[in-house]
Protein backbone atom coordinates (compact mmCIF):
# COMPACT_ATOMS: atom_id res chain seq x y z
CA UNK A 1 0.00 0.00 0.00
CA UNK A 2 1.52 3.39 -1.23
CA UNK A 3 1.69 6.16 1.48
CA UNK A 4 -1.20 8.57 1.73
CA UNK A 5 0.48 11.69 0.99
CA UNK A 6 -1.50 13.96 4.11
CA UNK A 7 -4.74 13.01 6.09
CA UNK A 8 -7.11 14.72 3.71
CA UNK A 9 -6.27 11.71 1.38
CA UNK A 10 -7.37 9.11 3.66
CA UNK A 11 -10.99 10.52 3.14
CA UNK A 12 -13.14 8.24 0.92
CA UNK A 13 -11.38 4.96 -0.93
CA UNK A 14 -13.64 2.67 1.43
CA UNK A 15 -13.66 -1.15 1.55
CA UNK A 16 -16.84 -2.89 -0.37
CA UNK A 17 -17.42 -5.80 2.36
CA UNK A 18 -19.62 -8.59 1.47
CA UNK A 19 -22.54 -9.38 3.90
CA UNK A 20 -22.80 -13.21 4.74
CA UNK A 21 -26.07 -13.20 6.43
CA UNK A 22 -28.24 -10.83 4.45
CA UNK A 23 -26.40 -12.38 1.09
CA UNK A 24 -27.76 -15.84 2.48
CA UNK A 25 -30.96 -14.91 3.04
CA UNK A 26 -31.93 -12.97 -0.03
CA UNK A 27 -29.60 -15.30 -2.31
CA UNK A 28 -28.55 -11.95 -3.42
CA UNK A 29 -25.04 -10.45 -2.98
CA UNK A 30 -25.31 -7.64 -0.61
CA UNK A 31 -22.52 -5.49 -0.47
CA UNK A 32 -21.84 -2.29 1.62
CA UNK A 33 -19.24 0.16 1.36
CA UNK A 34 -17.67 0.50 4.92
CA UNK A 35 -18.08 4.80 5.31
CA UNK A 36 -17.71 4.33 8.92
CA UNK A 37 -13.98 3.66 8.16
CA UNK A 38 -13.54 7.45 7.12
CA UNK A 39 -11.41 9.57 9.35
CA UNK A 40 -14.10 11.25 11.36
CA UNK A 41 -15.99 8.06 11.28
CA UNK A 42 -18.78 8.51 8.57
CA UNK A 43 -19.72 8.97 4.85
CA UNK A 44 -20.08 12.80 6.01
CA UNK A 45 -16.57 13.33 5.46
CA UNK A 46 -16.44 12.83 1.55
CA UNK A 47 -19.44 15.66 1.43
CA UNK A 48 -17.09 17.85 3.93
CA UNK A 49 -14.00 17.74 1.89
CA UNK A 50 -16.15 18.52 -1.29
CA UNK A 51 -17.89 21.05 0.34
CA UNK A 52 -15.00 22.85 1.83
CA UNK A 53 -12.45 22.72 -0.71
CA UNK A 54 -15.62 24.08 -3.52
CA UNK A 55 -15.90 26.95 -1.03
CA UNK A 56 -12.15 27.25 -1.48
CA UNK A 57 -12.17 27.59 -5.08
CA UNK A 58 -15.40 29.84 -5.81
CA UNK A 59 -13.84 32.47 -3.40
CA UNK A 60 -16.05 31.83 -0.50
CA UNK A 61 -14.20 30.66 2.31
CA UNK A 62 -10.87 32.62 2.77
CA UNK A 63 -8.15 32.10 4.71
CA UNK A 64 -8.75 32.64 8.50
CA UNK A 65 -12.45 31.83 7.51
CA UNK A 66 -15.04 30.31 9.98
CA UNK A 67 -17.20 27.21 9.09
CA UNK A 68 -20.73 27.27 10.09
CA UNK A 69 -23.02 24.37 9.79
CA UNK A 70 -25.70 22.66 11.24
CA UNK A 71 -25.73 19.10 11.48
CA UNK A 72 -27.03 15.71 13.03
CA UNK A 73 -23.43 15.58 14.15
CA UNK A 74 -21.18 13.78 11.35
CA UNK A 75 -20.82 16.21 8.59
CA UNK A 76 -19.69 18.48 12.19
CA UNK A 77 -17.05 16.19 12.85
CA UNK A 78 -16.15 15.38 9.35
CA UNK A 79 -16.25 19.54 9.14
CA UNK A 80 -14.10 20.28 11.93
CA UNK A 81 -11.37 17.51 10.78
CA UNK A 82 -11.04 19.04 7.61
CA UNK A 83 -11.05 22.57 9.15
CA UNK A 84 -8.54 21.23 11.46
CA UNK A 85 -6.62 19.72 8.93
CA UNK A 86 -6.70 23.43 6.58
CA UNK A 87 -6.50 26.09 9.67
CA UNK A 88 -10.26 27.28 10.00
CA UNK A 89 -12.56 27.44 12.78
CA UNK A 90 -16.10 25.27 13.14
CA UNK A 91 -19.24 26.34 14.60
CA UNK A 92 -21.54 23.42 14.54
CA UNK A 93 -25.33 23.82 15.25
CA UNK A 94 -26.65 20.29 16.59
CA UNK A 95 -30.31 19.30 17.87
CA UNK A 96 -29.56 18.09 21.64
CA UNK A 97 -31.56 15.03 21.07
CA UNK A 98 -28.48 13.82 18.92
CA UNK A 99 -25.80 11.78 20.32
CA UNK A 100 -23.58 12.53 23.17
CA UNK A 101 -21.07 10.78 21.76
CA UNK A 102 -21.65 12.43 18.77
CA UNK A 103 -21.37 15.81 20.32
CA UNK A 104 -18.18 15.26 23.05
CA UNK A 105 -16.30 13.93 19.50
CA UNK A 106 -17.34 17.56 18.44
CA UNK A 107 -16.06 18.93 21.20
CA UNK A 108 -12.58 17.27 21.51
CA UNK A 109 -12.10 18.35 18.04
CA UNK A 110 -12.22 22.12 18.85
CA UNK A 111 -15.50 22.87 17.44
CA UNK A 112 -17.73 25.49 19.14
CA UNK A 113 -20.98 23.15 19.86
CA UNK A 114 -24.30 24.96 19.69
CA UNK A 115 -27.18 22.73 21.04
CA UNK A 116 -30.62 23.92 19.72
CA UNK A 117 -33.65 22.15 20.93
CA UNK A 118 -35.49 19.56 18.44
CA UNK A 119 -37.96 21.56 16.28
CA UNK A 120 -39.14 21.13 12.98
CA UNK A 121 -37.86 22.64 10.02
CA UNK A 122 -40.85 25.25 9.53
CA UNK A 123 -38.96 26.90 13.00
CA UNK A 124 -36.72 29.07 12.60
CA UNK A 125 -34.88 27.74 15.77
CA UNK A 126 -34.68 24.51 13.73
CA UNK A 127 -30.63 23.70 13.50
CA UNK A 128 -30.57 24.70 9.68
CA UNK A 129 -32.07 27.85 10.10
CA UNK A 130 -29.78 28.52 13.39
CA UNK A 131 -26.37 27.87 11.85
CA UNK A 132 -27.60 29.89 8.92
CA UNK A 133 -28.16 33.09 11.18
CA UNK A 134 -24.64 32.61 12.62
CA UNK A 135 -22.98 32.20 9.80
CA UNK A 136 -24.94 35.53 8.81
CA UNK A 137 -23.81 37.36 11.86
CA UNK A 138 -20.07 36.17 11.98
CA UNK A 139 -17.17 37.66 10.37
CA UNK A 140 -15.15 36.00 7.58
CA UNK A 141 -17.91 32.94 7.68
CA UNK A 142 -18.80 30.47 5.37
CA UNK A 143 -22.08 28.22 5.56
CA UNK A 144 -21.87 24.65 4.58
CA UNK A 145 -25.33 24.26 3.90
CA UNK A 146 -24.70 20.87 3.10
CA UNK A 147 -28.33 19.90 2.64
CA UNK A 148 -29.07 22.63 -0.40
CA UNK A 149 -25.35 22.56 -1.52
CA UNK A 150 -24.64 20.71 -4.19
CA UNK A 151 -20.93 19.82 -3.90
CA UNK A 152 -22.26 17.47 -1.64
CA UNK A 153 -23.60 15.15 -3.78
CA UNK A 154 -20.51 15.89 -6.31
CA UNK A 155 -18.48 14.17 -3.99
CA UNK A 156 -20.61 10.88 -4.46
CA UNK A 157 -20.62 11.53 -8.36
CA UNK A 158 -16.89 11.69 -8.56
CA UNK A 159 -15.79 9.98 -5.47
CA UNK A 160 -18.00 6.79 -4.08
CA UNK A 161 -20.14 5.84 -7.13
CA UNK A 162 -16.91 5.74 -9.35
CA UNK A 163 -15.43 3.40 -6.17
CA UNK A 164 -18.70 1.11 -6.32
CA UNK A 165 -18.48 0.79 -10.09
CA UNK A 166 -14.64 -0.06 -9.68
CA UNK A 167 -15.11 -2.10 -6.62
CA UNK A 168 -17.91 -4.32 -8.73
CA UNK A 169 -15.87 -4.25 -12.25
CA UNK A 170 -19.26 -2.93 -12.96
CA UNK A 171 -21.81 -6.10 -12.54
CA UNK A 172 -23.81 -4.17 -9.59
CA UNK A 173 -27.66 -4.16 -10.34
CA UNK A 174 -28.90 -2.25 -7.57
CA UNK A 175 -28.23 0.18 -5.10
CA UNK A 176 -30.02 1.48 -1.90
CA UNK A 177 -29.55 3.59 0.92
CA UNK A 178 -31.54 6.19 3.35
CA UNK A 179 -31.67 9.97 2.81
CA UNK A 180 -30.48 12.65 5.10
CA UNK A 181 -29.35 15.86 2.74
CA UNK A 182 -30.07 13.08 -0.03
CA UNK A 183 -26.20 13.76 -1.10
CA UNK A 184 -25.71 10.08 -0.89
CA UNK A 185 -28.53 8.66 -2.72
CA UNK A 186 -28.42 11.05 -5.67
CA UNK A 187 -24.97 11.45 -6.10
CA UNK A 188 -24.23 7.67 -6.40
CA UNK A 189 -27.23 7.20 -8.04
CA UNK A 190 -26.91 9.59 -10.92
CA UNK A 191 -23.42 8.87 -11.56
CA UNK A 192 -24.16 4.97 -11.76
CA UNK A 193 -27.18 5.78 -14.12
CA UNK A 194 -24.52 7.23 -16.47
CA UNK A 195 -22.99 4.19 -16.15
CA UNK A 196 -25.51 1.79 -16.05
CA UNK A 197 -29.17 3.10 -17.60
CA UNK A 198 -31.16 0.20 -16.42
CA UNK A 199 -29.48 0.31 -12.82
CA UNK A 200 -32.03 0.04 -10.13
CA UNK A 201 -31.59 2.66 -7.58
CA UNK A 202 -33.80 2.68 -4.12
CA UNK A 203 -34.67 4.87 -1.29
CA UNK A 204 -35.23 3.07 1.98
CA UNK A 205 -36.76 5.59 4.17
CA UNK A 206 -37.55 5.72 8.22
CA UNK A 207 -40.61 6.11 9.47
CA UNK A 208 -40.97 9.65 10.34
CA UNK A 209 -39.70 10.80 6.50
CA UNK A 210 -42.02 12.10 3.51
CA UNK A 211 -39.40 11.05 0.99
CA UNK A 212 -41.72 7.29 0.68
CA UNK A 213 -44.55 8.68 -0.20
CA UNK A 214 -43.58 11.30 -2.09
CA UNK A 215 -41.52 9.19 -4.42
CA UNK A 216 -44.83 6.93 -4.79
CA UNK A 217 -47.24 9.29 -5.02
CA UNK A 218 -45.57 12.96 -5.65
CA UNK A 219 -46.77 13.92 -2.03
CA UNK A 220 -44.72 14.99 1.13
CA UNK A 221 -46.40 13.26 3.46
CA UNK A 222 -44.98 11.43 6.71
CA UNK A 223 -45.90 8.67 9.16
CA UNK A 224 -45.19 7.39 12.17
CA UNK A 225 -41.29 8.67 13.69
CA UNK A 226 -38.15 7.03 13.95
CA UNK A 227 -34.67 7.52 16.36
CA UNK A 228 -32.80 7.44 13.68
CA UNK A 229 -29.91 10.00 13.83
CA UNK A 230 -28.76 11.56 10.49
CA UNK A 231 -31.41 10.25 7.92
CA UNK A 232 -35.07 11.16 7.63
CA UNK A 233 -36.00 13.88 5.52
CA UNK A 234 -39.25 16.10 5.23
CA UNK A 235 -38.26 17.98 1.42
CA UNK A 236 -36.83 18.11 -1.51
CA UNK A 237 -33.44 19.12 -0.54
CA UNK A 238 -30.97 20.91 -3.40
CA UNK A 239 -29.62 17.98 -3.45
CA UNK A 240 -32.08 15.32 -3.73
CA UNK A 241 -33.60 17.45 -6.71
CA UNK A 242 -33.65 15.09 -9.76
CA UNK A 243 -32.50 12.09 -7.80
CA UNK A 244 -33.06 8.94 -10.15
CA UNK A 245 -35.62 6.91 -7.59
CA UNK A 246 -37.39 3.68 -9.25
CA UNK A 247 -38.65 2.30 -6.10
CA UNK A 248 -38.59 2.85 -2.26
CA UNK A 249 -39.00 0.84 0.87
CA UNK A 250 -40.75 2.37 4.26
CA UNK A 251 -38.37 0.84 7.18
CA UNK A 252 -38.91 0.63 10.70
CA UNK A 253 -36.94 1.39 13.86
CA UNK A 254 -37.43 -2.51 14.88
CA UNK A 255 -36.04 -3.83 11.02
CA UNK A 256 -33.01 -1.84 11.60
CA UNK A 257 -31.83 -2.95 14.89
CA UNK A 258 -32.67 -6.12 14.30
CA UNK A 259 -30.06 -5.72 11.00
CA UNK A 260 -27.58 -3.79 13.66
CA UNK A 261 -27.89 -6.36 16.32
CA UNK A 262 -27.54 -9.49 13.63
CA UNK A 263 -24.46 -7.64 11.79
CA UNK A 264 -22.79 -7.19 15.14
CA UNK A 265 -23.49 -11.08 16.97
CA UNK A 266 -22.96 -12.79 13.16
CA UNK A 267 -20.18 -10.72 11.18
CA UNK A 268 -18.45 -8.70 14.05
CA UNK A 269 -19.18 -5.24 12.98
CA UNK A 270 -20.47 -2.60 14.76
CA UNK A 271 -22.53 -0.04 13.46
CA UNK A 272 -25.22 2.62 13.23
CA UNK A 273 -28.86 2.55 12.81
CA UNK A 274 -29.10 4.68 9.66
CA UNK A 275 -26.61 1.26 8.26
CA UNK A 276 -29.03 -1.14 9.34
CA UNK A 277 -31.83 0.13 7.79
CA UNK A 278 -29.65 0.57 4.52
CA UNK A 279 -29.20 -3.05 5.36
CA UNK A 280 -32.69 -4.00 5.88
CA UNK A 281 -33.67 -1.95 2.41
CA UNK A 282 -31.04 -3.86 0.55
CA UNK A 283 -32.68 -6.75 1.09
CA UNK A 284 -35.93 -5.93 0.48
CA UNK A 285 -34.67 -4.66 -2.76
CA UNK A 286 -33.24 -8.06 -3.17
CA UNK A 287 -36.90 -9.33 -2.65
CA UNK A 288 -38.32 -7.29 -5.00
CA UNK A 289 -35.65 -7.87 -7.77
CA UNK A 290 -35.42 -12.16 -7.04
CA UNK A 291 -32.41 -13.76 -6.23
CA UNK A 292 -28.93 -13.32 -8.34
CA UNK A 293 -28.17 -9.99 -7.95
CA UNK A 294 -25.47 -7.93 -7.09
CA UNK A 295 -26.87 -4.94 -4.39
CA UNK A 296 -25.13 -2.21 -2.93
CA UNK A 297 -25.43 -0.13 0.02
CA UNK A 298 -24.16 2.22 2.55
CA UNK A 299 -22.69 1.39 6.16
CA UNK A 300 -22.80 5.01 6.85
CA UNK A 301 -21.28 5.43 10.52
CA UNK A 302 -19.71 3.59 13.51
CA UNK A 303 -22.16 2.17 16.24
CA UNK A 304 -19.28 3.22 19.02
CA UNK A 305 -20.63 6.60 18.28
CA UNK A 306 -24.35 5.16 19.71
CA UNK A 307 -23.02 3.52 22.71
CA UNK A 308 -24.77 5.15 25.14
CA UNK A 309 -28.23 5.08 22.79
CA UNK A 310 -28.47 1.92 20.37
CA UNK A 311 -26.03 -0.17 22.74
CA UNK A 312 -27.53 0.91 26.08
CA UNK A 313 -30.46 -1.73 26.96
CA UNK A 314 -32.13 1.05 28.99
CA UNK A 315 -32.19 3.77 26.31
CA UNK A 316 -33.78 0.79 23.92
CA UNK A 317 -36.79 0.15 26.24
CA UNK A 318 -37.14 4.22 27.03
CA UNK A 319 -37.81 4.62 23.54
CA UNK A 320 -40.22 1.20 23.57
CA UNK A 321 -37.40 -0.84 21.13
CA UNK A 322 -36.64 -4.97 22.12
CA UNK A 323 -33.46 -5.11 24.03
CA UNK A 324 -31.37 -7.67 21.67
CA UNK A 325 -30.42 -11.31 23.39
CA UNK A 326 -26.93 -10.41 22.98
CA UNK A 327 -27.24 -6.80 25.38
CA UNK A 328 -29.21 -8.24 27.77
CA UNK A 329 -26.83 -10.92 28.50
CA UNK A 330 -24.11 -8.38 28.40
CA UNK A 331 -26.49 -6.63 30.82
CA UNK A 332 -26.94 -9.30 33.53
CA UNK A 333 -24.39 -9.28 36.41
CA UNK A 334 -22.35 -11.74 37.36
N1 LIG B 1 -26.48 8.08 8.12
C1 LIG B 1 -25.92 8.90 9.03
C2 LIG B 1 -25.51 8.33 10.34
C3 LIG B 1 -25.73 10.25 8.72
O1 LIG B 1 -25.17 11.08 9.62
C4 LIG B 1 -26.14 10.74 7.45
C5 LIG B 1 -25.93 12.18 7.10
N2 LIG B 1 -26.91 13.07 7.53
C6 LIG B 1 -26.76 9.85 6.55
C7 LIG B 1 -26.88 8.52 6.92
C8 LIG B 1 -27.35 10.30 5.24
O2 LIG B 1 -26.46 10.78 4.29
P1 LIG B 1 -26.88 11.91 3.26
O3 LIG B 1 -26.83 13.22 4.01
O4 LIG B 1 -25.85 11.85 2.20
O5 LIG B 1 -28.25 11.65 2.76
Redesign the pocket.
Known sequence: MPVIPNSLALIGNTPLVRLAGPSAETGCEILAKCEFMNPGG???DR?ALYIVEDAEANGTLKPGGVIVEG?????GIGLALVANAKGYRTIIVMPETQSREKMDTLRALGAELVLVPAAPYSNPGHFVHTSRRIAGETENALWAD?FDNTA?RMA?IHTTAPEIWAQTAGRVDGFI?????????AGVGMALKERREDIVIGLADPHGASLYEYYRSGELKAEGSSVA???G?GRITG?LEGAPIDTQFRISDAEGLAQVHRLLMEEGLCL?L??GINVAGAMALARQMGPGHTIVT?L??SGFRYLSSLYNPAWLAEKGLAVPPSLAAAGASR
Do not use: L
Request: one cysteine or more.
Open positions: SVKATAGNTQNHCAAGTGGTIEGIQNGSSICD
